[in-house]
């Protein structure tokens, strides 16, 4: 099916593991984007890529990396793993077009919890 | 930097009940709305988005929303809820050809049978 694909969908890791979310798009959208959810935060913007090549941080970015390996994949990189990161983590992408007329897919998930 | 801003997080109706969540934004200048809705357990899903047009947007599952530019705000309406439109309801807003979609906080909404 098409549409945005992460793994795993769950995780849990012990405090200073480090871990790479992974997430990969069929759709040839240029740009993607890390999200995470937090109860009464909304969803929060880590990291995004407006193309291939290009990364740029989002609203909370510090304890994450990431890479975008090429069109398809945009991955998030946890080097070492803290409490406050357990959250739900969403990839998105969107495809860019001269008029505006763009959506946003999102992925599922991956529910992270560091003990 | 622009903000969302949806109130009343937590909202309880009754089943036929009508439902508004209001939302609103901070800055000027073209914007793209989005309603979105997270099922318990599920992936975020678009209800509707408006780009430009007509001011009153219909979406999926009878939800429509109504921009008004002079107040900042992206209101969803339903007419009648179900105990299935049990979930959270984000707001989204991105400037015109920026590439940063910023969520509200979001709206948990429960509809009682």
């Known amino acids: 099916n098409a549409g945005v694909t992460q793994t795993p969908k769950f995780q849990v890791l012990k405090t200073g593991q480090s871990m790479t979310l992974q997430c990969a798009q069929d759709m040839n959208h240029n740009s993607m984007y890390w999200y995470r959810q937090d109860p009464g935060m909304g969803l929060r913007l880590i990291y995004y890529?407006?193309?291939?090549?290009?990364?740029d941080k989002g609203e909370v970015p510090n304890g994450y990396n990431v890479s975008r390996l090429n069109k398809r994949e945009f991955s998030l990189r946890l080097e070492s793993a803290a409490p406050s990161q357990t959250s739900v983590y969403f990839c998105?992408?969107?495809?860019?077009?001269?008029?505006?007329?763009?959506?946003?897919?999102f992925g599922s998930g991956t529910r992270l919890t560091v003990v | 930097a622009q903000s969302v801003s949806q109130h009343n997080h937590h909202v309880i109706l009754s089943e036929a009940a009508s439902l508004e969540l209001g939302c609103n934004y901070s800055y000027g200048g073209t914007v793209n709305l989005f309603w979105y809705v997270q099922y318990p357990g599920q992936h975020l899903q678009l209800l509707l988005k408006y780009f430009s047009g007509d001011p009153l947007v219909k979406g999926i599952k009878g939800f429509e929303a109504e921009f008004i530019k002079s107040k900042f705000s992206f209101n969803l309406r339903k007419p009648s809820v179900q105990w299935s439109d049990t979930a959270e309801y984000f707001c989204?807003?991105?400037?015109?050809?920026?590439?940063?979609?910023?969520f509200g906080k979001g709206n948990q909404v429960v509809v009682i049978p």
């Open positions: 890529s407006a193309s291939e090549g290009t990364t």
């Open positions: 998105a992408s969107r495809t860019t077009s001269r008029g505006g007329n763009y959506g946003y897919t």
């Open positions: 989204a807003v991105t400037l015109y050809g920026n590439n940063r979609l910023a």
